[in-house]
Structure formats: C-alpha cells, structure tokens
C-alpha cells in the first residue's frame, strides 16, 4: 500500500513538474514583449542572453506610441468588430444550426456538405470574392466591411448543429403537444439549451475576429478605419523597427482581450470544456 502510494506521489509531481515548466515556456513569449517594452532600443538588440531586465524601466515608448497612433480609434474599430462579428455569428449558426440538426427538407444533406466543404477550404481563396461583393457594395474602409466575412459561419453553423442533435426529441414532442410551433419551440425550448455551444462559438469568434490580419489590412487601408492587428502590422519597418515601441503596442492592444478575460473568465472556461476545443 505504501509502495503504491509513493509512486501515485511521483507521478502525480512529475505531471506537475511538466505541466508547469509548459506553462512557463508559454509564458516566456509574453514575458519578453512586456520586458522590451520598458527597455531602450540598444538594450533591446543586443546580443546577451544575461541582459534579461531593462537597466532603467522607461516608459518612453508607452508616450510615443500613445501619440503617434490613436489606440482609442483603433480600440474602437476593433472592438465594434469584435461584438458585431460575435452576434452574427451567432445568430446565423443557430438558426442554421437549428435547420441542420432538427428539421427535415428536401436537399439538407446536400447543403450540409457545402458548410462541411467550406470548412475544409483555406479562408484565404474566399478573400477575393468577399472583396468584390464589399466593393461593390461601397463598404471598404466602413465597420461593416470589416464584420462582412465572419456574418455566416461553417464552423459555428457545424458546431451548433452538433450541440442541437445532442437534444432528445422528447422536448419537441411535449411542446408540439401543448400547441407551439416550430418557431415557439426553436426560441423558448431548444436555443435556450444550447447556451453552452454558443457561448463556445462566441468566444471562438471573438479571439479568431481579434486575431484576424490580412482582411483588415485589405478591407481598411486608412489608420482611422483599421483595427489593432493591422496598426502593429503597419508599425514593423522594411529596414530596421524600433522593437521597444513595437512591444510596447503589442502590449497595449493585448489589454481589450485580458479585460474581456477576467471578466468573463468562467464563461471562457466553461466553453471550451463544453466544446472539446482549444485556441
């Protein structure tokens, strides 16, 4: 007994001792931008591995950057693209999803594999198309232009669908019972049930429209219409970047999701548990 628990003891340490030397190499990335932010650009160049900490915390960088583009603008742009993508998405894969996963009608199976297809697709063949239709719909360099890709979603649409056949039948046949039709029991019955899979695909959008870079450098060429990821792209110069400003902006556009995390940090854990994916 004793034998078994001592090495219940060890190999309960050594996953620790893993899990929190893979966390530490996750954190070392992070670690070096917020250290660069506070350094000179001498400091930040040069090669010596044991120079780890700035000689003299500075926030020069912080000021110059804060001048030389305007963060609130492109706070705003980004966030306003972050929520309205977020309830697009959302409305459209649950309504899809809904149709997928409970209804019958004819060609279903068909159109279910265009989503599984475009799913399979790189994002990257659609860019071109998306762009004529926002031409031409004179939305460059507008919110709207920069939401128009993530309005409908595969994976969302997919990822709902997964989460309505999870439901047993029975709900629907009580409600058909006491008289609601099918759209009485898609709002009041079934989409209430699927909070969890919307909540996941929620914060997937969210972090996947945050990220998002090349459509926002196409999209919205002017620094007024942009969003944060474009703005630290237009910083890194062709010849040589000042890497404490680059830090420090990478820093300062990293504070919306950090926020966004800590308040809704439970609502993120539960949906990632729920859906089985990862970021």
Known sequence: ?????????????????????????MLVPFLWMLLTAFKTVSESTQVDPFVI?????K???????????????????????IFWRVVCAVLTA???????GRLKFPGKNFLFSLVLIQMMVPSQIFIIP??????SLRATETIFGLVFPGMVTAFGTFLLKTGYQGLPRDLEEAASIDGCNIGQQFLMIMAPLTRSAMVSLGIFTAVFAFKDLMWPMIVCTNSTTTTLSAGLAKMQGQFSSNYPQLMAAALMACLPMIIIYLIFQ???????ATSGGKL
Do not use: C, R
């Open 1 to 25: 007994m004793e034998s078994y628990t001592l090495k219940k003891n060890i190999t309960q340490g050594v996953i620790h001792l893993v899990l929190i030397l893979t966390s530490i190499t």
């Open 94 to 100: 649950t309504m899809a999803g809904y149709a997928f």
């Open 59 to 81: 926030f020069d960088s912080f000021v110059e950057v804060w001048k030389s583009y305007n963060f609130l603008i492109l706070y705003k742009n980004t966030l306003l693209m």
């Open 53 to 57: 900490f700035p000689s003299s915390w």
């Open 130 to 135: 998306q762009y004529v239709m926002v031409t």
């Open 266 to 272: 439970k609502q993120f854990i539960e949906g990632i």
